[in-house]
């Protein structure tokens, strides 16, 4: 039985959305590869970004808009299922074997500190009082 700790305990399970990631992150890559240009190199980068698990919320709400891009420019069934798999991805999928394993987390800390202050508790509130 696992023990629920690492790359695979999450409260969302995103476990299960790591071969839709790997799999979009293919296809965006040789899409972006055989576009060229300047939005092929979006599609690539976005495609790269979701692969590694590299910010997937980002990735996968770029990866909605790229496939608004796509249904604008031709009609395909992929064309068609990208929107929803770009929505499905935004659950923070990078965080079962991806990057965003131990970025996000760090990020949460170090950006909380910045926005937030440093929090120090008081347990002694009743006795600093009396003084």
């Not at 959305?17 to 040789?30: E, M």
């Not at 996968?60 to 770009?86: E, H, K, Q, Y």
């Amino acid at each position: 039985m696992i023990s629920g700790q690492g790359n695979v305990s999450n409260v969302g399970n995103t476990l299960w959305s790591l071969p839709l990631r790997l799999a979009t992150g293919i296809f965006l890559i040789i899409t972006g590869v055989a576009i060229g240009g300047g939005i092929g190199s979006i599609f690539a980068g976005v495609g790269m970004a979701l692969f590694f698990g590299f910010m997937t919320t980002i990735a996968g709400f770029m990866t909605f808009l790229l496939s608004l891009v796509m249904l604008g420019t031709s009609f395909s069934i992929s064309a068609l299922l990208l929107p929803f798999v770009g929505i499905a991805l935004m659950n923070g999928a990078g965080r079962s074997f991806g990057v965003d394993y131990w970025l996000v987390p760090f990020i949460q800390k170090n950006l909380g500190i910045f926005i937030t202050g440093d929090s120090q508790a008081s347990y002694n509130d009743l006795e600093d009082e009396k003084r």
